[in-house]
């Protein structure tokens, strides 16, 4: 059963910038090794779950929701087994409980098996 970690939320001025990170665990063999895609995705309070960029599990193909398009970078370092998202400029309709996923390629929160508990951003000033 792995485990995915989130860490790195905070509180943050708008146009300030910030790195999540998910670290995995608990499986014998990484989620490169298991050919896992990764997410991240979001939840602002009274909103469903929304998508925000995924990435392939080589790390070489990437896709993002067009909120964040541009001004935010998903990467994977695959000897670490740890996701990265870094946001810069950011803005106040970005607060959210970040999660990190596991799984398939896709948008849809039903693409990925494994989530981690979340890490809350508030951008704010």
């Known amino acids: 059963q792995v485990q995915l970690v989130e860490s790195g939320g905070r509180l943050v001025q708008p146009g300030g910038s910030l790195r999540l990170s998910c670290a995995a665990s608990g499986h014998t063999l990484s989620t490169y090794d298991m050919g896992w895609a990764m997410g991240w995705f979001r939840q602002a309070p009274g909103k469903e779950r929304e998508f925000v960029a995924a990435i392939s599990w080589s790390g070489a193909r990437t896709y993002y929701a067009d909120s964040v398009k541009g001004r935010s970078t998903i990467s994977r370092d695959n000897a670490k087994d740890t996701l990265y998202l870094q946001m810069n400029n950011l803005k106040p309709e970005d607060t959210a409980v970040y999660y990190c996923?596991?799984?398939?390629?896709?948008?849809?929160?039903?693409?990925?098996?494994?989530w981690g508990q979340g890490t809350q951003v508030t951008v704010s000033s």
């Open positions: 996923a596991a799984g398939r390629w896709g948008t849809s929160s039903n693409e990925y098996d494994y």
